[in-house]
């Protein structure tokens, strides 16, 4: 991954941060960087995910799915961190893959029927994903996945794999019916653990390169050193801390191809639950280039200077000619691929935002396989630590989300948690 700040520094942009405060901040980056090292060293909590590029074994994961290998479609059933890494990684594959994946995260009923109405369930695969092994949505929508397989007389105990705690209910059912299952590392939170089984069984059911998305993390990970001017990672952590803190509160990140529409999810919950702590962090938002070209782009180039934007641009990819036409005004077209008008839009986007002074900040890609996006999970996860140093937050927890899984599981009988009191309270008001 290579990272090009130019366009949100200050003789460019504004709110832009100028080179010499760039250069003032890295002095911060350097006691971060010694930081996280150290971290990374004695494997404490959250620091640990950087290390998965050495940690993580493909053997082990290949072996745990070895059964349904040949599956037509593969059910994820996780959430947040449980989900996003793996469809992150599925989805910007999709093409490469004869396996269908499909992500059970929401509990919408409608939603979660529709599919299973729709697939093939004896050709299909179920991988179940919670690190705490209690989560809700993700336990209630395995039972109701399994009596689907059960009603269309499927053993379910045949195509499940199963990743979790060492301990917990998930763990528990697994033992119970013998479940091929994977451990989620110690240490690794689950927006963190997309280089772990967490983000790697559905990849290895989809029959992609795991090797080389860990290939791509370790040589993000040889490039972490102490100086934002020599890492893309920290110069991406530092550069949007520094613009949060002249007033770029939102970050919208816009990826220019439909492929990566998911990243933009996975990096949106990476940049708010690490980061959204004390009353500080940055906003992000989701767009897709070209397509929001023709939707947010107004606000981003002409509403209040309070934004970043980040592109990534996913360097060559397959293309498609545009058919000649007989149509004068037309004929510009038909000299040029879809890729290129792709390209053309993507660079005008870009400039026309840097001559309005708005910064922005591009991801650069050599194509979109294994190892580039292994490469950017994990430089986006160390562009997180470093910006979670620097903001002098605890990247690594989530109170609210716990605060709210507590209080669900209390509403619904299934503990007694004070956090759910405090609902009950508040509904009693109304
Ligand atoms: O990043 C996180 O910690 C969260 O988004 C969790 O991944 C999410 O809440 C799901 O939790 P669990 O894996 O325990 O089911």
Not at 190 to 209: I, K
Not at 303 to 324: A, H, M, N, Q, Y
Request: charged share 25%; proline share 4%; with cysteine.
């Amino acid at each position: 991954m290579n990272v090009d700040i130019g366009n949100a520094l200050a003789s460019v942009a504004s709110p832009g941060a100028s080179r010499e405060s760039l250069e003032r901040l890295d002095e911060q980056v350097a006691d971060a960087h010694e930081r996280i090292v150290a971290g990374m060293e004695q494997s404490e909590h959250g620091y640990e995910a950087l290390n998965l590029p050495e940690r993580t074994d493909p053997d082990e994961i290949r072996a745990a799915v070895e059964p349904v290998a040949d599956a037509e479609a593969l059910i994820t059933v996780g959430i947040g961190g449980s989900a996003l890494g793996a469809a992150t990684i599925t989805d910007a594959l999709a093409d490469e893959s004869d396996t269908e994946a499909v992500y059970l995260d929401n509990v919408d009923p409608e939603w979660v029927s529709s599919h299973l109405e729709r697939l093939p369930l004896e050709e299909t695969a179920i991988n179940v994903v919670s690190r705490s092994g209690t989560t809700a949505e993700t336990l209630a929508n395995f039972l109701v996945v399994r009596d689907a397989f059960e009603a269309a007389g499927v053993d379910w105990t045949e195509r499940t794999i199963v990743t979790t705690g060492e301990s917990g209910p998930l763990r528990n059912l697994a033992d119970r019916h013998d479940l091929p299952s994977l451990k989620v590392p110690d240490g690794v939170p689950g927006r963190f653990s997309a280089l772990s089984a967490v983000g790697m069984v559905a990849a290895a059911v989809c029959g992609h390169d795991l090797e080389a998305l860990l290939e791509g993390a370790a040589a993000e990970r040889e490039s972490l050193t102490g100086s934002l001017f020599d890492c893309p990672a920290y110069a991406y952590g530092a550069t949007a801390y520094a613009l949060d803190q002249r007033g770029a509160a939102v970050n919208a990140m816009v990826p220019y191809a439909e492929s990566l529409e998911t990243f933009a999810e996975w990096f949106a919950q990476l940049w708010a639950e690490s980061l959204g702590k004390d009353d500080l962090g940055q906003t992000p938002a989701r767009a897709l280039g070209v397509t929001d070209q023709h939707s947010q782009l107004q606000l981003y180039r002409a509403g209040p200077r309070d934004k970043l934007v980040t592109f990534v641009s996913p360097g060559e990819t397959d293309d498609r000619s545009i058919p000649d036409t007989d149509v004068d005004e037309l004929a510009y077209l038909g000299d040029a691929t879809l890729g290129e008008l792709l390209e053309a839009e993507f660079e005008a986007t870009e400039a026309s935002l840097a001559a309005a002074g708005r910064p922005n900040v591009r991801l650069e890609l050599e194509g979109v396989d294994e190892y580039e996006l292994g490469g950017l999970l994990y430089g986006m996860e160390a562009a997180c630590v470093l910006a979670g140093e620097l903001y002098g937050v605890n990247t690594f927890e989530q109170p609210a989300v716990e605060w709210a899984k507590k209080a669900t599981r209390g509403l619904l009988g299934g503990g007694d948690f004070e956090e759910a009191d405090a609902v009950a309270e508040k509904t009693e008001l109304r």
